[in-house]
Nanobody, 127 residues
Framework: QVQLVESGGGLVQAGGSLRLSCSCA??????????MGWFRQAPGKEREFVAA????????YYADSVKGRFTISRDNAKNTVYLQMDSLKPEDTAVYYC??????????????????WGQGTQVTVSS
């Protein structure tokens, strides 16, 4: 069983920064072998991919809308994945979810195929 818990959301002005964290309550081996992703869902819209990171942390992949502003990273010793969000825009307002790829040691980092999800954390960017 994989449990993911996000934190770090809040209200910030446009141009500001936030750092989201996602802690994984599973065996250390499970987290260390899993690619991880961040997704978001704005009111009235479908959930969309934001960023992903490989199990080693050596490969990352970003949606075009956040490229150059957001940075995904992970600390396998702490079973935690992060999303550093800079230069925030009102259109970044959404509930942000972290997700885990169920396949261990996957070489490619993808925007789909995640099966374990956290409960989400709200990010609101005011103009």
């Amino acid at each position: 069983q994989v449990q993911l818990v996000e934190s770090g959301g809040g209200l910030v002005q446009a141009g500001g920064s936030l750092r989201l964290s996602c802690s994984c309550a599973a065996s250390g081996r499970t987290f260390r072998s899993s690619n991880m992703g961040w997704f978001r869902q704005a009111p009235g819209k479908e959930r969309e991919f934001v960023a992903a990171i490989s199990w080693r942390g050596t490969s990352t992949y970003y949606a075009d809308s956040v490229k150059g502003r957001f940075t995904i990273s992970r600390d396998n010793a702490k079973n935690t994945v992060y999303l550093q969000m800079d230069s925030l825009k009102p259109e970044d307002t959404a509930v942000y979810y972290c997700a885990a790829d169920p396949a261990p040691y996957r070489d490619s980092v993808k925007a789909y195929g995640y099966e374990y999800w956290g409960q989400g954390t709200q990010v609101t960017v005011s103009s």
